[in-house]
């Protein structure tokens, strides 16, 4: 049943139909409450896609992100989902899985109408802002959230990843550490260098030297990342403690060191930044950084929902940073 | 930039600039060539709606799940993306959160053309199944994954949970296990039922008696599942131990143990179904029954596809079952 049948069915034009749907002021209510009886009786249903056309709106969001099966982006996505369901509106899921070029025809894709609005996590390989810049100039309503494009003029939404980083090292450096090694995934991330940042400031204040053999940037080849964390911790010189500035580099490290018959805390600390609800219960239980990410989530949905409503008057912050939470547990013991 | 602007600065009628971008056969190639350059000149994108309008096509299909934090879905959804993105489909991700007012109502949202086809897994509170035989009726394609509903007609994948239950029941049984308890979140659910089979078969074969009380029906509330985990686990005549259907269920058994201070896997064994990453990683590394999240949700995202596509002779198998794996670890070690 479309509008046309059902036009027919009613002996009226479709353009009155139509009005009489949108409760326009045009149409008698006598004729309004025919049509609704009628549309109701026939069991017609708005077709979403001819009423996006009409308001142009598609009441559609798409959020963009590098991986899902990571708990930090999976309770984000809840946090958007619940804003997003308040609102009436319909979440597009598209993942980059790290890829810039996939991240890049994502964003093309999303340029002509689809989604009224977009919510993004940087890949850790994009280095080209261009098609985040593309968005800006159509005026799209776009919010970073967590890895966020510092270049971009768009709201973002992040935790303290400088303060974070600093709370992390001075944890190791109190339980005794002064070998400290940081791993991360990218040296594009604009939070993988704020957390290093904070790592390199925390090691100054405490006179602690600066290595670059202790700065491991791994990849997303678990393979190679497992091999030159191996390779670093075979050393004589190995630190006595390890900063993994993303969840996985910790569970690998985990692993190396079960390999390697290191015990941890007793030969090596080690702390994460983790969502993970079975951190208190790994061998031994990892001390985490832990993000608000259900917060995260909700934080830029709603600002989302602000740049596409657009009411007069409405601050909308340049910068949103929720407060991570250091959760001591055994892998740092003293 | 919208199509009457792009007729007018060619001097040519909407319907010819429109037949042009599709390439109809009415339009001669010099035609074509101009509208193409013009279109590229101006950036001109064509209007996923009004496309999707003419073509009754929305390029969408629609995901429905319990949950989103549990990396059995996680793996699930990244299996459909990439069948989705090399069928050049986008996709919307809806959450129930096991409730089933919430998942009626997203199945209502659904039925008007905005998707063109929707994989589901059910709410484990999901009884009636008026609102998916809708579905069927105004011949929406269908396909459940995991969490099927069996009674409605329409393909479904799984894993081999009742092979399953017995796989796991057995593995106990060979550890010595006498007294084994089976922990789920729902009677509804036919793959809860299908593994409780597995698990009462195996008992039976064996000549284990079958108690009432070993088999607990948890729910979404944490706190109470923690409450009478720890009630089953205080009595006299324990169990020695422990099937969880349910990957949460399992976590939940490990602190209710460290709490009453029983050793894993000394004083209780414990098997679980499991797409953890860290299962190797727990205090004890836990034994799981594994299932192909990854490729249970390509199969399905497969199939769906074939149901909107409908090409002629195309073999839709109504049920495709595909075989989880039993990782041993320390959890039941003898």
């Known amino acids: 049943m479309n509008l046309k049948e059902l036009a027919k069915e009613l002996n ?13 002021h045009e149409i008698s209510s006598a004729t309004k409450l025919a049509v609704l009886a009628k549309a109701k009786e026939l069991n017609y249903q708005v077709n979403p896609f001819a009423s996006s056309l009409r ?58 109408g689809r989604v009224d609005g977009i919510m993004m996590s940087l890949s850790s390989q994009t280095l080209d ?26 709201p973002k939404v992040t935790t303290d990843d ?7 090292t001075e944890h190791l450096i109190e339980k005794g550490c002064d070998k400290i090694a940081f ?20 090691l100054l204040k405490h006179q602690i030297k600066i290595k670059e053999e202790y700065m491991l940037l791994c990849s997303q080849d678990d393979v ?34 079960n390999e390697l018959n290191l015990k941890i805390p007793e030969d090596i600390k080690v702390i994460g930044f ?3 609800y079975t951190a208190g219960l790994l061998n031994p239980s990892l001390t985490t950084i832990t993000q608000p990410a259900y917060n995260i989530g909700k934080e830029a949905a709603n600002i989302l929902f602000k740049l596409i409503e657009k009411r007069g008057n409405q601050i909308i912050p340049e910068q949103s940073v929720l407060n991570s939470i250091l959760v001591e547990r055994n892998s740092s013991r003293n």
């Open 12 to 24: 009226l034009s479709i353009s009155a139909v139509s009005k009489a749907l949108r409760d326009s």
């Open 129 to 154: 802002l261009k098609h985040l810049q593309e968005l800006k100039d159509k005026e799209i309503p776009l919010v970073f959230f967590d890895r966020v494009a510092d270049k971009i003029d768009a």
């Open 183 to 202: 791993l991360s995934i990218s040296n594009n991330l604009s939070i993988s260098n704020k957390r290093k940042n904070g790592y390199i400031d925390s």
């Open 224 to 257: 190679k990342n497992k091999s030159i964390i191996t390779k670093m911790l075979k050393k004589k010189n190995r630190p006595n403690g390890i900063f993994a500035s993303v969840e996985k580099l910790a569970l690998i490290s985990y692993e190396v060191c």
């Open 55 to 112: 308001k142009q709106k598609s009441k559609t969001i798409a959020v963009v992100l590098p991986e899902i099966d990571n708990l930090f982006f999976a309770l984000a996505i809840n946090g958007i989902e619940s804003i997003a369901q308040e609102k009436g509106y319909h979440v597009l899921i598209y993942l980059t899985h790290e890829d810039s070029q996939k991240e890049i025809s994502i964003t093309q894709l999303l340029q002509n």
């Open 274 to 276: 983790s969502n993970l």
């Open 162 to 168: 400088y303060q974070s980083g600093i709370k992390a």
